[in-house]
């Protein structure tokens, strides 16, 4: 069975600072692994993502994951903080491409 | 990058009224499209799974009669809430996927539906 766990449901980092984004995965085929952000009352808009190749990979605004197959993870960082980047962010995980898995959501919060 | 559009952005009516929903691709033909429903502060719960051309398929506990899905081509899927109570209040949201194991799904910018 696929799974993914977010840890953490909140997080808060002050504008500036490294922001740093845990999901791990469980999966016993090589995934496809996502990660989305949500803002207040709007759908989820895709940062990265990951399927096959360079295992660091570079998304929108900044961020960037690494795939890592040893830690079952692909967190999310981004070296400074920015005030728009507060948002929910969710991890997912695609194996056939028809099921997705989403996490619970993080929630980062950015001070200023 | 591809564009998913979804109508009504808010919606407020009384209960027993039906409700719907309708999510478009602009960019390209959508294989499937997946409805979720979304609970304030809370993960995406996946709904229905709605392939063009047959019958959606819904998530356990999800009313079939009560989420009507239609998906009648490859670029729009309707979602109908029929007689909405109060409890149907959420924010829904669709997505669309080319049907590629390696491409992510394109969500609307979601529906807030408030039930008086």
């Given at each position: 069975?696929q799974?993914v ?16 984004l845990r ?9 496809y692994?996502?990660?989305y ?7 989820l ?5 990951y399927?096959?190749g360079a ?6 605004n900044?961020f ?20 728009s980047d507060a948002?929910?962010y ?23 | ?18 409700v719907k929903?309708?999510c478009?691709s ?9 409805w ?5 502060k ?24 009560k ?19 109060p409890?149907?209040?959420?924010f ?7 049907g ?6 394109h ?10």
């Amino acid at each position: 069975a696929q799974s993914v766990t977010q840890l953490g449901s909140h997080v808060s980092v002050s504008e500036g600072a490294l922001v740093l984004l845990r999901c791990n995965y469980s999966s016993s085929v090589p995934p496809y692994l996502f990660w989305y952000v949500q803002y207040p009352n709007q759908g989820l808009q895709l940062l990265l993502k990951y399927t096959t190749g360079a295992t660091l990979v570079k998304g929108i605004n900044g961020f960037e994951a690494e795939f890592k197959k040893s830690e079952t993870s692909f967190h999310l960082t981004k070296p400074s903080a920015h005030m728009s980047d507060a948002a929910e962010y969710f991890c997912a995980v695609s194996i056939t491409g028809n099921q997705f898995y989403f996490g619970t959501g993080t929630s980062l919060t950015v001070i200023p | 990058g591809a564009v998913v559009s979804q109508h009504p952005s808010r919606v407020i009516c009384k209960s027993g009224t039906s409700v719907k929903i309708e999510c478009r691709s602009l960019d390209f033909q959508a294989t499937t499209m997946f409805w979720y429903r979304q609970f304030p502060k809370q993960s995406l719960m996946l709904m229905a799974t709605s392939n063009e051309g047959s019958k959606a398929t819904y998530e356990q506990g999800v009313e079939k009669d009560k989420f009507l899905i239609n998906h009648a081509s490859l670029t729009l899927s309707t979602l109908t809430v029929t007689s909405a109570h109060p409890e149907d209040s959420s924010f829904y949201i669709c997505s669309a996927f080319l049907g590629q194991g390696n491409q992510p799904q394109h969500f609307g910018d979601g529906t807030r539906l408030s039930i008086l």
